[in-house]
Structures are given as C-alpha cells and as structure tokens.
C-alpha cells in the first residue's frame, strides 16, 4: 500500500493549492479518508475528513469555509483545496486512509494508512 501526496509548495498568503493524494494497493472508495497537517515540533492535526459511510465531510475550525476535500474514485486520488491561505497553514500536509469510528474520525491513531507528506509554505 502506498499513498503518495503531492501538490504542496511556495505561496504567498491569499493564493490557493490543491494537494493531491494518489494510492496504490488501497482503494479509497472503501476507506475514510482525511487530511492532517504537522509543524516541526508539534503534533499532528487533523484538518478535514471525508467519511466512507454517507461520504459525510469534517473540518478543523481553522479550515472550515477555506479547504474543501473531495476524493476522485475514478483516479483513486483525494484532494484537499485550500483557498485564502495564511502564513499560519504552513505545514507538512499528510494525507490518510482508514476506517476509524465517528467519535475518532480527527484522530491521526484512528489511521492505518499515510502518504510521505508535502510541504506547504504561506509567506506574509
């Protein structure tokens, strides 16, 4: 199994990305899928979720109204658009599969599965 994430870059504050996440030997279609984000020397955080049951979709506080996760079954690749980004969504952006219970979907130890992570850097 392998998740390969990508997309991530050098923006300016304002500018949008999409990071993509493309698996091989897992279909996402029977998975939650979700996204995290991790700075150096903290823990990671859960930033958006797509549940396999009802395709029902989270956000951290932080991404809701900006970031917007969707999956391609097709291609069997998810997204994560981030608009209007901030200094502060600097991270290394991780994408994840899995299949945890309602109460542990912003979990990060609730997943069985991780990309390698990209880097998203927001100058001011």
């Known amino acids: 199994v392998q998740l390969q994430a990508s997309g991530g870059g050098l923006v300016q504050a304002g500018a949008s990305l999409r990071l993509s996440c493309a698996a091989s030997g897992l279909t996402f279609s029977t998975y939650t899928v979700a996204w995290f984000r991790q700075v150096s020397g903290k823990e990671r955080e859960f930033v958006a979720v797509r549940t396999l049951s009802g395709g029902r979709t989270f956000y951290a506080d932080s991404a809701k109204g900006r970031c917007t996760i969707s999956r391609d079954i097709a291609k069997n690749t998810m997204y994560l658009q981030m608009n209007s980004l901030k200094p502060e969504d600097t991270a290394v952006y991780f994408c994840?599969?899995?299949?945890?219970?309602?109460?542990?979907?912003?979990?990060?130890?609730?997943?069985?599965?991780w990309g390698q992570g990209t880097l998203v850097t927001v100058s001011s």
């Open positions: 994840a599969a899995g299949r945890p219970i309602l109460s542990t979907i912003r979990d990060s130890s609730a997943y069985s599965h």
